[in-house]
């Protein structure tokens, strides 16, 4: 009798997320810190936890910024090269089609 081959499981959100944090910290590079307010905070990942992130302006700072998880969007490399957006061209764009027209009710 075989025993079946268990494949090996993926790398859980948590854990990615973990070790990019952990790899924020070691090589010190600062991070632009996108929150779900709008708001853009700037600095080094300090130390991270299961729950908040240190974000300081320098390796040594005196008073990090503590900063919820929850509240984080998106977290990039401050020297990260902007995208180029290219505006679409009209001429070529297809003319409107709607899709989903709702239907009114009738008035008694």
């Given at each position: 009798m075989?025993?079946?081959?268990?494949?090996?499981?993926p790398r859980s959100r948590k854990q990615l997320q973990h070790?990019?944090?952990a790899a924020y910290?070691?090589?010190q590079t600062a991070v632009i810190v996108h929150l779900s307010n709008g708001a853009r905070l700037q600095g080094l990942v300090l130390a991270s936890?299961?729950?908040?992130?240190?974000?300081?302006?320098?390796p040594d700072?005196?008073?990090?910024t503590v900063v919820y998880k929850r509240a984080i969007c998106?977290?990039?490399p401050a020297d990260a090269p902007e995208?180029?957006?290219?505006?679409?061209?009209?001429?070529?764009?297809?003319?409107?089609?709607?899709?989903y027209i709702p239907r009114t009710r009738k008035r008694r």
């Amino acid at each position: 009798m075989k025993k079946k081959e268990i494949p090996p499981k993926p790398r859980s959100r948590k854990q990615l997320q973990h070790q990019q944090y952990a790899a924020y910290s070691t090589s010190q590079t600062a991070v632009i810190v996108h929150l779900s307010n709008g708001a853009r905070l700037q600095g080094l990942v300090l130390a991270s936890d299961e729950y908040v992130l240190l974000l300081g302006r320098q390796p040594d700072d005196s008073r990090p910024t503590v900063v919820y998880k929850r509240a984080i969007c998106l977290v990039t490399p401050a020297d990260a090269p902007e995208e180029v957006v290219v505006a679409p061209d009209p001429a070529n764009a297809p003319d409107f089609v709607p899709i989903y027209i709702p239907r009114t009710r009738k008035r008694r």
